[in-house]
């Protein structure tokens, strides 16, 4: 039966529909969440006091800023963003809505993976740099994220697939998705097997991103002697 | 030539102020090899840092070719330390980047074409040997072969001046040599000054032309190698280049006898002319001598006979030769 509940999903295109809005939602909301993380978490890593360039105030503000976005669970801060999402992109409705509200919660979530990546970055190599007269823009481009690399794809890899678990909590409030088909088409008109349709394919999602992205981030290691 | 005066460093803390250097003043000439030696804590890796300013000093002015560097603006102070290259203990390669491009990042810093910095890169490669290992990564070298490349990539920018923070602190005995004896060839061959931090004395003795005894924040002694290493005059000088271990020359209790070698009597078969002369056995307790082209500096310590007979004989013997000598307690 769940054969054949799959069979009539896919003839009506349902669920291709689904496995693309998800993908869609997840790499797009995460490219622009990186956009706003990445440098957000580069500012935090050098302006702490054991940065590159300490500036206590900035370092305080935006840190207390990230703290309180990462502090609302994402199904209230969901509910809470729409009137922004609304000026964002006119409207608090369909995925251009709700990749406003995926970004406003994961890029808070990024500036602190990077920045917790880039602090594993050996003080002494930042010292070397330094020592040959590299300014802190050098710095950063040259030393600090190519250093991190490995630890930042990792970290993509963790924040593609929150990202992808918080799209399918976005189908509450009007996202579509797998995980709008799991709820609407599934819970609510109680077809547990679209349900565990939609949860296997979710998983192999999760699966190839995961796999995919290690194998990136081991390839790219210059650390490991092959 | 570096010049640092009334150098002062002070960190402060919610526990209170640390004072790292106290009024330092010291000044190394074009195209030696300066040492600085001190136990660990004593403020060495400090005073090393405020020669490029990684460290800013609190007060007192360092002074490179005559310029007072603390007063550079930062741009002026970045070019400043492309002439002064540094390697350390840690070696701190980008582990990210090959070999070759560990070699090139000083002159991509400063802004030398790609292909420019290549050549250059393979030839320093070649100075230190490593040539072959250029698309290795660092993960992948010894850690004899990881400094090599530090090196490498410290002549990258043509600096009139090296500082070595513990470069061998990390090295097995034989590496060191081979790194010690790379950095005099570079001293003598590309005329570049060197300043060595360690804790080693060896090290300061194997290539050092001068070096500063640094002991709670301040220099203690300084001075030529030659001369330090035979008459050492500070409590901390001793300490480092005297037997650590005193409780090996606590023996039977014979008169203890310490020879002073320096530079006058390395020809003659001393011990063996004294014992023959004397018909008495001594026991060496310790002995630590040096070669300093061709002339050999250093201490023995001797225990005598307890027979008193043989003991005087041998003190005579030692009075009337031009030996150096005193009676250690």
Request: aromatic share 6%; hydrophobic share 45%; glycine share 6%.
């Amino acid at each position: 039966m769940l054969s054949e509940t799959f069979y009539k999903l896919w003839e009506a295109g349902i669920l291709q529909r689904g496995i693309w809005e998800t993908i869609y939602m997840t790499f797009l909301s995460t490219a622009i969440s990186y956009a706003i993380g990445l440098p957000l978490g580069v500012v935090l890593n050098i302006t702490d006091r054991e940065g590159i360039y300490p500036v206590a105030w900035l370092n305080r503000v935006l840190g207390v800023i990230v703290n309180f976005f990462r502090s609302i669970p994402f199904i209230i801060l969901m509910v809470a963003m729409l009137p922004v999402a609304k000026l964002v992109v006119g409207t608090s409705l369909g995925n251009s809505a709700m990749i406003v509200m995926l970004v406003i919660a994961a890029s808070p979530y990024i500036a602190r993976m990077v920045e917790s990546s880039l602090k594993e970055v050996d003080a002494g190599v930042i010292e070397a740099a330094q020592s040959m007269g590299s300014n802190n823009f050098q710095i950063i481009t040259k030393v600090l994220l190519p250093e991190a690399k490995p630890a930042l794809i990792m970290g993509a890899v963790i924040s593609m697939v929150t990202i992808l678990g918080y799209s399918a909590m976005s189908s509450t409030i009007g996202g579509t998705g797998l995980g709008q088909i799991a709820i609407s088409y599934g819970h609510q008109r109680f077809n547990p097997d679209i349900k565990w349709i939609c949860v296997f394919l979710t998983v192999i999602i999760v699966q190839i991103i995961q796999e995919v992205g290690t194998a990136i981030a081991h390839r790219t290691d210059k650390r490991i002697t092959k | 030539m570096i010049e640092l005066k009334e150098l002062c460093k002070t960190y402060s803390s919610s526990s209170g102020d640390v004072e790292a250097l106290r009024d330092i003043n010291l000044s190394i000439r074009d195209g030696e090899i300066f040492g600085i030696i001190g136990l660990s804590g004593a403020g060495k890796s400090t005073l090393v840092r405020c020669i490029n300013l990684l460290e800013r000093p609190t007060s007192g002015s360092v002074i490179i070719d005559g310029q007072d560097i603390t007063q550079l603006p930062r741009p002026e102070l970045l070019r400043m330390r492309r002439t002064i290259s540094m390697i350390f203990q840690g070696f701190n390669l980008l582990e990210q980047r090959s070999v070759l491009r560990n070699v090139t990042f000083p002159l991509e810093i400063a802004g030398v074409r790609k292909q420019a910095a290549k050549e250059k890169a393979m030839a320093l490669l070649k100075v230190v040997g490593l040539e072959e290992k250029a698309n290795a990564y660092p993960s992948q070298l010894s850690g004899g072969q990881k400094q090599r490349v530090a090196i490498a990539r410290a002549l990258a920018s043509d600096p009139h001046y090296l500082l070595c923070d513990e470069a061998t602190s990390a090295l097995d005995p034989n590496t060191t040599r081979s790194i010690l004896e790379l950095l005099r060839k570079i001293n003598k061959t590309l005329g570049v000054t060197i300043v060595v931090i360690t804790h080693e004395m060896k090290v300061i003795d194997q290539i050092c032309d001068r070096v500063a005894v640094i002991d709670q924040s301040r220099i203690a002694e300084m001075g030529k190698v030659s001369d330090v290493f035979t008459n050492p005059k500070s409590q901390i000088a001793r300490e480092l280049i005297l037997p650590q271990d005193r409780a090996a020359i606590d023996t039977t209790g014979g008169k203890k006898i310490r020879l002073i070698f320096d530079g006058m009597h390395s020809q003659e078969p001393i011990i063996s002319r004294m014992t023959l002369d004397c018909q008495a056995p001594v026991n060496i307790l310790f002995a630590d001598t040096k070669d300093f082209d061709g002339i050999v500096y250093g201490h023995m310590i001797i225990e005598l006979p307890t027979d008193d007979n043989q003991a005087s004989k041998i003190l005579t013997w030692l009075k009337n030769s031009p030996v150096k000598w005193k009676e250690e307690d």
